[in-house]
């Protein structure tokens, strides 16, 4: 399910927000989603706010950029991030680093980055570690550009 894809910017839409979501923050014992129905129901079923999936689709396709409030806290929630990823005014740097570190630590814990990579990252020297930080930037541009 999870695509990696460049982190989403501050001034990003709701719709890009809420697909960055389901694609690199979905609760692992939610089970995979593979379509819109999917999605609503398990957002329905861990929060108790009944949500459809053509709300879904106009989150995720961006035909509904101003949702109730109620939505928003079922999808914060959900995905277990604060309300302020949405837009509320909030700092959003320390935000995109706590959910930056949230899919870090869910890869971890599914195996997709084994745990001792990232004690071996840990260990190394200053210099090492902007030789590794270098090439990690210049892996994500080269897959950006594979997959635009």
Do not use: C
């Not at 999870?2 to 389901?22: F, Y």
């Not at 923050?25 to 949500?51: C, M």
């Not at 109730?68 to 740097?93: C, D, M, N, R």
């Amino acid at each position: 399910m999870r695509h990696h894809a460049e982190e989403v910017s501050p001034g990003a839409s709701l719709a890009e927000k809420v697909e960055w979501l389901i694609q690199n923050l979905w609760p692992a014992d939610a089970g995979p989603p593979r379509n819109n129905v999917e999605t609503a129901a398990a957002i329905a079923h861990a929060t108790g706010e009944d949500i459809s999936s053509t709300t879904v689709w106009k989150l995720r396709t961006g035909r509904q950029e101003n949702p109730q409030l109620k939505t928003l806290t079922a999808l914060a929630t959900f995905f277990a991030v604060p309300i302020g990823y949405f837009g509320f005014p909030v700092e959003s740097e320390p935000i995109r680093d706590d959910l930056t570190l949230t899919a870090l630590r869910r890869d971890v814990q599914h195996g997709v980055i084994r745990p001792e990579v990232l004690r071996a990252l840990v260990d190394l020297s200053p210099e090492a570690r902007w030789v590794v930080d270098e090439m990690i930037l210049a892996a994500a541009e080269a897959d950006r550009e594979r997959h635009a």
